[in-house]
């Protein structure tokens, strides 16, 4: 082989390695595909895959934030649906998860969010206290808002009969008539709300003060929320009191950080917060970039952290991967 066919099979090779690299997909782990937050997650894929060179994501359903981060820190995704409760406990070795996630990281939040404690008008249910006993869904199976629900009422002394099931599948027992009502993780409007709604009245329960300082002194990762939910749906006059936590995107540090600048620059932007609001409706009126600062328990990824100081933003210390 002559020396200049040599330098074209290698400039070719080259070439297309670097266009396989460009190709290469990225998969985002996502809540379970009856929420709203999947929504959000098809919507901001799609605008990502447009708006950064070279990214090719896909979603896949894995049904909430502990088991996509099980997923991510196993490798099967690239990131993942991420919630304040999830990260603190892969952080920390806390069941479901063994051992520190010393690698885990934050790639964006996007929404506040607090827990909806949602009846039937005509469950006989009138307080937190009257679930004892009732039939009840804490959330989808294996997601996050499940397991901070029963936290949440072992702490302040509440058994209700739990309904285990997948989204879906409580949404469906709750039109039914087969279940007294349901926790749901999000703002208003909320469409798995809205459609519980067109079934059966609904009024939305309360934490009293007690309850929420007893809750967030033994996890501090809530933080107190209201809401006035009848703008919206139910007959719930005034303020709802609850608790919540934060929505969000992790990743690793397997992610490269050209890639975590670029995806935190059009997140961030102008046009993502558009793109975010189209199919999600709550993300007009949110900083996402100051909710991640705010909310973050995992450190932030190298990548993003560069992109909110070239912003103006203060990043603290203690959101700054050591070492």
Known sequence: MTTTLKALTLATTLLAAGAAQAQERL????????????????????????AVEGVNINVRELGGAEVSTEALLRDEVDMGISVTSSDFAAMNGVEPFRGNADNLRTLF????????????????VDSVDALAGKAFNPGGRGTSTERQVEQIM????????WLRAEGGDALDAFQNGQIAGFVKGGNHPDGYIQQASSARDIIFLSLDEEQRNKVIEAYPFFSAATSTPSE??????????T??????????????????YQIAKAVFSDAGKQAAS??????????????TIDAAVAPLHEGVIRYLEEAGYTVPDDLKAQG
Do not use: C, R, W
Request: no cysteine; net charge negative; charged share 15%.
């Open 278 to 291: 189209e199919v999600y409706a709550p993300a007009k009126t949110i900083d996402a970039a100051q909710l």
């Open 27 to 50: 998969t985002m782990g996502a809540t379970h595909s009856a929420s709203s937050f999947y929504a959000y997650q098809v919507g901001i894929t799609n605008f990502l895959n447009n």
């Open 109 to 124: 939040f996007f929404a506040p969010l607090p827990l909806n404690f949602v009846v039937a008008a005509d469950a006989g």
């Open 243 to 260: 608790l919540q936590t934060a929505i969000g995107i992790n990743t690793t540090t397997n992610l490269d950080e050209e890639t975590a």
């Open 232 to 241: 919206f749906y139910g007959e719930t006059e005034g303020e709802v009191a």
């Open 154 to 161: 072992e702490t302040v002394g509440i058994t209700p009969d």
